[in-house]
C-alpha cells in the first residue's frame, strides 16, 4: 500500500509516492503559482499526487492516505491553513478540499518544518530515536521536534519555533521583529552577514577575492576563507561556531534529545562544521556526565525529509 507525501513549497510542489519502508518509489512534481485562489492550488496538488501515482506505477485506489507538508500556521486536528504568508491560504480547510478532489482519499497536514522534522526521524539521521529536534540553517533558521515519537507543535500547534528562542537581549535585528534571536546569529543569512562586516573590517584579507571581490558573499565564503588559511576567515567561523553551539546547547538542555539533526547548506561543510560543535555542545550540556549524550549529526534526506514525513503522519494517533 502506497502512502502520498506533499511537501508543498513556494516555488514547487513535490510529491512522492511512500511505500511502507519510508522508501520513494513514484515522484510528481509541477510548479507553485501563488497567484492562484487556495482551490485552484488545491488542484495542482492533486495534480501533483495523480503524476506521482503514476510514476510508481500504480492507480489513486492503491493509495491509502496523503499527507501534506505546508508552511505556515497549520492546524492538524482540523486540516486548515490559517495562515500562510507566500501562499493564497487563509483559514483554508486544504486537507478536506485535497480529500473532495481525490476520490475521498483521507488527508493530514502538519506544518513543513515539523513535517521535516518528523521524515528525518523515521528514515534519515534519527530512525530509532523517541525523542528527536532538527534545524535547518537557511535564510532563517528553521525547525521541529519529535517527542516521545509524536510531533511537538504546543497545544495551539505553533510551538518548536525555534529559530525564534532569545540568546542576545536586545541583540541583532530578526526578520520577526524581535532581537537577538537563535537566528539572527545563525542562520546561512546571519553567517553571510557577518562575513561581510568582518571584510570591511579588514580589507587585506583573502575574503574580497574569494567571493569576487564582495560581489558573492554566502554561507560557504568564511569556511573557504578558513581553508585558504585566512585568518579573518577562521576568526569569523569560530564566532559563528560559538553562537550555533550555544543555541545546540539550549536545545539539548530544554529537550535531551537523541539526536539533533542539522540540515541546510551550511551542512554541506560536514565534519568540519560537525566535530567543533560537538566539542563545544559537549563543554557546555549541562548534564555532562551522564553516560548517554545527546548525538549531533547531518541530516540525511535532503528535500525528500518533508515528502517522507508528510507520506507517513498516517502512523500518528
Not at 532538527?134 to 519529535?146: A, C, E, N, R, Y
Not at 546571519?190 to 577575492?209: C, I, V
Request: aromatic residues 4%.
Amino acid at each position: 500500500m502506497l502512502h502520498i507525501g506533499v511537501d508543498l513549497g513556494g516555488t514547487n510542489i513535490a510529491v512522492g509516492a511512500v511505500d511502507e519502508n519510508n522508501r520513494i518509489v513514484g515522484r510528481g512534481r509541477l510548479k507553485t503559482d501563488p497567484t492562484l485562489p487556495a482551490e485552484a492550488l488545491a488542484e495542482d496538488m492533486a495534480k501533483a499526487v495523480k503524476l506521482a501515482v503514476e510514476d510508481a506505477g500504480a492507480a489513486l485506489i492503491d493509495a491509502a492516505d496523503i499527507g501534506v507538508a505546508a508552511p505556515g500556521s497549520v492546524d492538524p486536528a482540523t486540516g486548515i491553513v490559517s495562515y500562510a504568508n507566500n501562499l493564497p491560504f487563509r483559514n483554508t480547510p486544504l486537507a478536506a478540499l485535497l480529500t473532495g478532489l481525490l476520490g475521498g482519499l483521507p488527508c493530514r497536514l502538519e506544518n513543513d518544518a515539523n513535517a521535516a522534522a518528523y521524515g528525518e526521524s523515521l528514515a534519515g539521521a534519527g530512525p530509532g530515536a523517541e525523542s528527536f529536534v532538527m534545524i535547518t540553517l537557511g535564510t532563517g533558521v528553521g525547525g521541529g521536534v519529535v517527542l516521545n515519537g509524536q510531533i511537538y507543535g504546543g497545544f495551539n500547534h505553533a510551538g518548536a519555533e525555534l529559530g525564534h528562542m532569545i540568546m542576545v537581549k536586545d541583540g541583532e535585528a530578526c526578520t520577526c521583529g524581535n532581537r537577538g534571536c537563535f537566528e539572527a546569529y545563525a542562520s546561512a543569512t546571519a553567517l553571510a552577514r557577518q562575513t561581510r562586516a568582518a571584510m570591511e573590517q579588514h580589507p587585506e584579507s583573502q575574503l574580497w577575492r574569494l567571493s569576487d571581490g564582495g560581489r558573492r558573499v554566502n554561507g560557504r565564503t568564511a569556511f573557504d576563507g578558513m581553508r585558504a588559511g585566512d585568518e579573518t576567515a577562521k576568526a569569523v567561523v569560530e564566532a559563528y561556531l560559538d553562537y550555533l553551539a550555544c543555541g545546540l546547547t539550549s536545545l539539548v538542555n530544554i529537550f535531551q534529545p537523541n539526536c539533533i539533526a542539522i540540515g541546510g547548506g551550511i551542512c554541506n561543510e560536514g565534519e568540519t562544521l560537525l566535530a567543533p560543535l560537538r566539542e563545544r555542545v559537549r563543554a557546555a550540556d549541562y548534564n555532562k556526565l551522564l553516560p548517554q549524550r545527546t548525538r549531533l549529526c547531518a541530516a540525511a534526506l535532503g528535500n525528500d525529509a518533508g515528502i517522507i514525513g508528510a507520506a507517513g503522519l498516517y502512523r500518528l494517533p
